[in-house]
């Protein structure tokens, strides 16, 4: 080794005396100069060496004119670096000079540049408060956190704001004295994150820096633009260059560029009523409830005084949410309210928000509204339902304020009379009539688009259409409201034949009540009349229909059943046995499979009829009793087939074979079965799980439904986990197993530590039993043995004593108030800053968040050992 150095430098000593004068020795390089931010290392490299490699005692080339502490030092022969004891600060000025007479290690004379200088910059902004982007007060009190402390003259001098729509600078005023120090005392406000951001220190040294209370000595800087900032406008505090550094006394570096910070300027205070229309003309609905938002906060005692006042003198009082909160955004008055009724809204004299300022439209107020009356509805259950035949088949629909006869069409598909005339046929057109009215009224519960000749655009309203603009076949009928116009009732349609059933009501008060215009609201409802039941199971390779009665759940026997697709398609077609089920021996198609309808559920149409009734149902309709609901197991499913591989071992390295052995089954009813040929993968892939690297291996399969295979492992492999996947098709795979490839080691030894079985109290010392032997047998006598321990707290806590709490410093009687700086998010910082001074004060301190009430008494002992 040492013979190799001593080569090294010879071969080196001969390269520099050897070298032509065009090669003098030099500073090649230095880092940083000009201005730089967060400098912590300033680092020298020369064109020749300069010292003999690994001598610590060498000097410092440099003569150093720089406020900051350090140390040089020599990296190698040719590079020398500088490390500051912390990063820079801004404001500072460093200049690096070569040292007279200093030469090259082999005397040469340096030539070039001698003297190098850089800046850390002037005072830059790091973080503000609000936060950028933030809403702020018209005479908002900005407090910036800097990275060095700056001149305030300066600030004054070349710090503006610039506001929208104001073609001007504005000049910006810097707090000082007792008005910075009433703004940044609110040291809860400010929070832990901000005080990181300003000492660029973790949570461990900020914390002892907020208790000890040296905010006089935070770089900050409290400023607020000279001019009240219009509501709603776009302003930029724009930290502009020239801005000089405080350097003991002294003009330090300044900025060279500006920097902008943007913000909004909050709205104007305003009060703002609303409530539920039916439409923009009409007056508030009396059934829910009237709302009083302000747009800003407001004391909680001034919105608890805010009253709603009827015109017969009643008086409501204003519901006020926010749980204790002492600022609220608005109020409520509380539903139903009486109908056609006129109101006060009555404001507290002298109402101000957070920031002090009265509200702009103060004059609109005691604010006249009223109620109008209940507003007009006729509403069926839902789109669609099943009626008992032997109840009367009757369709309630609720009314309230309509006209006295309600006029109305109805639709029926009858069920068919299977004597008469052959069912299939006859079925299958009154299943398609069916289904087309199902899509038809799912689609009448949408907007139906139409051109508008006057803004060119498609325009649509719910209830604008009838679902029988195109059919005649329908019969009209009456709906009496027994209780007058304006009762609010439930009425019943009686539907007395058996069948699915279309039915709609018009009502012109209706609709020039929500459409404004004289056209009738359309509602429309399809329902079931029937004595039957359907249920259908399907399963993967074979499905059952039961067919009951509807009543008492009686199976019903020889009902025609047919299972359809969205566009009538029989897909399969029988009747039911004596226990009223129809067995599907053969797969219907998966749901995949079917067409895509519009306005109808994907899945099947399954329909049963007897001799004057039918019934049916859809495999969509799996809205009901689910396992999940009553905290049962549910399994997953991932298809009929079953993969699986064997393998010699699961844990190999680089370099060696993996075997493996494949299984490939399928679920049957009979249990599990072969795969058939045609379906069964020609290759499988071992895929890395980190990288997604994967490798091919070809598959050939014998009688038995398996196949073998080896994988050479890459020497170069990616270590970790591999799956092998069987491809069945076009994206879609079955994994069949895993394996790892490690670098590792087969241990020959085993180690033991074992401890007292009884547990120490207050003890000062231990005894552990060690034990080292082979793994083939016997003791490793005479190791070396290294113990290690770590001590760590522990808390205790007994079932018998929950009150108590063991451990912890002594209990002092008293209360303590404790402020909180875990840091508010960026809403909570701009809410809190708001504000103006002197008020900004006040406006800054948040009680209920920064001090903590204790919850309850407790009895606290201290147990030490």
């Known amino acids: 080794m040492n013979r190799i150095l001593a080569s090294a430098g010879t071969a080196a000593t001969a390269l520099g005396l050897f070298a032509p004068a065009a090669f003098a020795a030099a500073v090649e390089h230095f880092a940083p100069q000009g201005e730089a931010k967060g400098v912590r290392q300033v680092t020298a490299r020369f064109t020749a060496p300069m010292v003999p490699f690994g001598d610590p005692r060498t000097l410092a080339p440099f003569d150093i004119d720089c406020p900051a502490r350090g140390r040089g030092r020599w990296a190698d022969a040719r590079n020398w670096v500088f490390d500051f004891d912390a990063d820079l600060p801004a404001g500072l000025s460093c200049t690096f000079a070569l040292k007279p007479g200093t030469v090259a290690l082999d005397g040469t004379a340096l030539d070039g540049a001698s003297r190098f200088s850089f800046t850390t910059g002037g005072p830059a902004v790091r973080r503000t408060l609000p936060h950028e982007g933030a809403l702020v007060d018209e005479q908002q009190v900005f407090i910036l956190a800097l990275d060095a402390p700056a001149r305030e003259a300066s600030i004054v001098e070349h710090a503006h704001c610039a506001v929208e729509g104001i073609n001007e600078r504005i000049g910006v005023r810097v707090l000082a004295g007792e008005e910075k120090d009433a703004i940044v005392a609110q040291r809860g406000v400010l929070g832990e994150r901000f005080y990181r951001q300003v000492l660029q220190s973790t949570p461990d040294q900020v914390l002892p820096h907020i208790r000890a209370r040296q905010d006089a000595a935070l770089p900050l800087a409290v400023v607020q633009c000279r001019r009240t900032l219009p509501n709603g406008a776009q302003v930029r505090l724009v930290w502009g260059s020239g801005i000089a550094a405080e350097s003991g006394g002294k003009v330090g570096v300044a900025t060279r560029a500006d920097q902008a910070l943007a913000f909004r300027v909050r709205e104007r205070f305003l009060a703002e009523f609303s409530c539920t229309r039916v439409n923009a003309q009409a007056r508030c609905v009396p059934a829910l409830p009237m709302a009083l938002g302000f747009s800003a906060p407001i004391p909680r005692a001034a919105a608890e005084r805010i009253r709603l006042r009827a015109e017969d003198g009643s008086v409501r009082a204003a519901h006020v949410a926010g749980d204790g909160a002492p600022f609220v955004d608005g109020v409520t008055f509380a539903a139903p309210l009486p109908e056609r009724t006129r109101f006060r809204v009555e404001l507290p004299e002298g109402l101000r928000d957070d920031a002090g300022r009265v509200l702009a439209n103060a004059s609109s107020f005691p604010l006249a509204v009223a109620t109008d009356e209940a507003p007009p509805l006729a509403k069926f259950a839902a789109r669609f339902g099943i009626l008992e035949l032997a109840e009367g088949g009757v369709l309630p629909v609720t009314l309230r304020n309509l006209e006295p006869q309600l006029a109305g069409r109805a639709l029926a598909v009858a069920a068919a009379d299977a004597t008469a005339i052959p069912g299939r046929v006859l079925a299958t057109r009154e299943d398609r009539q069916v289904i087309e009215w199902i899509k038809r009224l799912n689609e009448g519960g949408r907007p139906r688009y139409r051109r508008d000749p006057g803004s060119r655009r498609d325009v649509g309203r719910e209830g604008e259409f009838s679902v029988f603009d195109d059919t005649t076949a329908t019969q009209t009928l009456s709906v009496p409201k027994p209780n007058g116009a304006e009762a609010f009732e439930v009425v019943g349609i009686p539907l007395r034949e058996p069948g699915f059933h279309v039915v709609e009501l018009a009502s012109p008060r209706l609709g020039a009540t929500l459409h404004g215009e004289a056209k009738p609201y359309y509602v429309a409802t399809g329902a079931l009349v029937t004595t039957l039941a359907a249920h259908f199971k399907r399963g993967r390779e074979s499905s059952l229909v039961w067919v009951t009665t509807l009543d008492r759940g009686r199976p019903v026997t020889d009902a025609a059943v047919a ?229 760590q707290p522990k808390s205790v806590s007994y079932p018998d004593y929950r009150d108590f709490v063991f451990g912890g410093s002594e209990v002092v009687e008293g209360v303590v108030q404790q402020r909180s700086y875990d840091g508010l998010d960026e809403d909570e910082e701009a809410g809190a800053a708001a504000g103006r001074p002197p008020a900004a004060a006040s406006r800054m301190s948040y009680p209920s968040r920064s001090i903590r009430p204790v919850p309850r008494a407790r009895s606290w002992t201290s147990c030490r050992p």
């Not at 073998?708 to 890459?714: A, G, K, V």
């Not at 197993?737 to 241990?747: I, L, N, T, Y």
Request: glycine residues 10%; charged residues 20%.
């Open 563 to 791: 299972v359809r697709d969205c566009r009538g398609r029989a897909l399969w077609e029988g009747v039911t046995g004596a226990d009223g089920v129809a067995h599907i021996a053969a797969a219907l198609p998966a749901e995949h499979a079917l067409p895509h309808c519009e306005h109808f559920p994907a899945g099947y149409f399954v329909s049963a009829r007897t001799a004057g009734d039918m019934t049916f149902v859809l495999s969509a309709w799996s809205d009901g009793i689910q396992p999940w609901q009553f905290n049962l197991p549910t399994g997953t499913y991932g298809g009929p087939l079953i993969a699986h591989t064997v393998l010699d071992r699961t844990l190999f390295r680089a370099g060696e074979t993996a075997s493996m052995k494949h299984f490939l089954r399928r679920h049957t009813r009979e249990g599990i079965g072969h795969v058939a040929e045609r379906e069964l993968p020609t290759r499988a892939l071992v895929r890395h799980q980190g990288s997604g690297e994967e490798s091919e291996l070809a598959l050939e399969w014998n009688a038995a439904g398996t196949a073998e295979s080896r994988w050479p492992i890459p020497k170069e492999a990616k270590l970790g986990t591999y799956t092998i996947a069987f491809e069945l098709g076009r994206h879609r795979r079955i994994q069949g197993g895993s394996f790892r490839v490690e670098a590792f080691r087969v241990p020959t030894m085993k180690a033991l530590v074992q401890g007292p079985k009884t547990p120490l109290v207050n003890a000062t010392a231990v005894e552990l039993d060690l034990l080292v032997a082979y793994l083939s047998g016997g003791g490793a006598g005479y190791a070396p043995v290294k113990l290690r321990s770590q001590v």
